[in-house]
């Protein structure tokens, strides 16, 4: 129920509209004490901007433990990029790299995870939705695509671990995603709902092996995707079957599990009913993107405060952020540039 310093979360985690907070939106802070706030381009100007907006953030919400997340994957998914930050290769260009020279890979790999967290920290934000460990699947909708870092599960779980720890040396969380595996689906859960109907043998076998190899790490991000073979009715995000048994179970993570993006086609609904139904299921917290302050306030109403198993969870958290080792990011950009390039 609390943040790291002792102020009562509320269990969910919101956007905000623009590069600056209004007064409405302190005041729904202030009242709702949000876990977190996740940052889009449209929040992010340069540096100095994004560091302040942080900081009025934690200042309403009235502690300086309330995470700030955002999606900073490289590639196509980075919310920050060029003039003010670096411009990163895809997921795909490690796994490239990892066909022709292992050990290359996986230090580029933690490279770029250490130069995010870098250019992170140094603005205020402590939490980074990625890596990916989705997997690439032949038919399966773009949605994925380079995001993903291979098709073969050994590959996903091992480059997803050296990023993962590139975050983690920074002092930024990693959130793993989008469990238990969003890859084979054939359709965007951002525009529809996916339905997998792989078996379940092949879903543990390939899908979720990554997740189960980093099921240690801090936090993972739900996919709005149904699987048959666990549950024909409800996506991963509300279905207690697929949380319990599943990723609790099956893949044995218990760390911090938070929804993917409540307002998503793929679900259905009020934004109540869509918060109730994540909770439910088991998500520690939800998570609301698009900065709507109507939809946001419902959220927030539905969500109330985190119960004290997740809260536990959040204090685990909060316990790995901070510490930085050393770092020289001009070696690290000089080493991501021809991957990009590449992409």
Not at 65 to 88: F, S, Y
Not at 160 to 178: M, N, S, Y
Not at 252 to 261: I, K, V
């Amino acid at each position: 129920m609390l943040h790291g310093d002792g102020v009562t979360a509320g269990a969910f985690i919101t956007g905000c509209a623009g590069p600056a907070l209004d007064r409405d939106e302190r005041a729904f802070f202030a009242d709702s004490r949000p876990a977190g706030l996740i940052l889009f381009s449209r929040n992010c100007v340069d540096p100095r901007q994004v560091a302040d907006l942080c900081a009025a953030f934690r200042e309403a919400v009235g502690t300086q433990d309330a995470l700030v997340l955002i999606d900073q994957e490289g590639g196509r998914v980075q919310r920050l990029r060029p003039p003010h930050w670096t411009d990163l290769p895809p997921a795909a260009a490690f796994g490239r790299l990892y066909d022709i020279d292992a050990d290359r890979a996986l230090d580029a790999a933690r490279q770029c995870g250490r130069l995010i967290a870098h250019e992170l920290s140094d603005i205020g934000i402590t939490m980074c939705c990625a890596p990916v460990l989705d997997l690439q699947v032949a038919g399966s909708h773009a949605v994925i695509g380079d995001r993903a870092f291979a098709a073969d599960p050994s590959v996903v779980a091992v480059l997803g671990r050296a990023f993962a720890e590139g975050l983690l040396a920074g002092g930024v969380l990693p959130v793993i995603k989008h469990i238990p595996g969003h890859g084979r689906a054939t359709a965007d859960s951002h525009e529809r709902l996916p339905v997998v109907e792989a078996a379940r043998e092949q879903l543990e076998r390939e899908d979720m092996a990554p997740f189960i190899a980093l099921a240690d790490l801090p936090a993972a991000m739900t996919a709005h995707v149904v699987y048959t073979a666990f549950d024909a009715r409800c996506c991963a995000t509300t279905s207690l079957r697929v949380v319990e048994q599943v990723i609790r179970g099956s893949i044995g993570f218990d760390g911090l599990l938070m929804s993917d993006d409540l307002s998503m086609k793929a679900l259905t609904g009020s934004y109540r009913e869509r918060t109730d139904a994540a909770l439910l299921a088991g998500c520690d917290v939800v998570l609301h993107c698009n900065g709507n302050l109507a939809e946001m306030r419902e959220v927030a109403a539905a969500a109330g405060v985190m119960s004290a198993a997740s809260s536990l969870r959040l204090a685990r958290c909060h316990a790995l952020l901070g510490a930085r080792h050393p770092f020289d990011p001009a070696a690290a950009r000089a080493l991501l540039a021809p991957l990009r390039a590449q992409s």
